[in-house]
């Protein structure tokens, strides 16, 4: 059973930073492609960055690129998305998502990946 755990979002001003969490569980974690998925009202599902465990492999969307970052702690099988330079318009839910086929490909399409966490509300304010 594979299980994700996000934490991390709130509110913060147009500028700051805040740290999603995403603590996972399952048989063979390691291996996973972990994703990072978000939802703003209104609008569709759309991919923000992805991970390969296995290497350190790190994927942005073109909106988030040099303000997201992605790391891991091995220990506490958790990855963190870091964002800097937070905008209004990163106003979303945010999910952590796992594909665990054991494909390495980080892929952006949320049908790639099979195990979704609650999802964390992030809101900027300008």
């Known amino acids: 059973q594979v299980q994700l755990v996000e934490s991390g979002g709130g509110l913060v001003q147009a500028g700051g930073s805040l740290r999603l969490s995403c603590a996972a569980s399952?048989?063979?974690?390691?291996?996973?492609?972990m994703g990072w998925f978000r939802q703003a009202p209104g609008k569709e599902l759309e991919f923000v960055a992805g991970f390969r465990w296995t290497d350190g492999f790190t994927r942005f969307a073109d909106s988030v690129n040099s303000r997201f970052t992605i790391s891991k702690d091995n220990a506490k099988n958790t990855v963190y998305l870091q964002m800097n330079g937070l905008k209004p318009e990163d106003t979303a839910v945010y999910y952590c998502?796992?594909?665990?086929?054991?494909?390495?490909?980080?892929?952006?399409?949320?049908?790639?990946?099979?195990?979704w966490g609650q999802g964390t509300q992030v809101t900027v304010s300008s």
């Open positions: 998502a796992a594909r665990t086929n054991g494909l390495s490909l980080v892929t952006t399409t949320r049908q790639s990946y099979d195990y």
């Open positions: 399952g048989p063979t974690f390691s291996t996973y492609i």
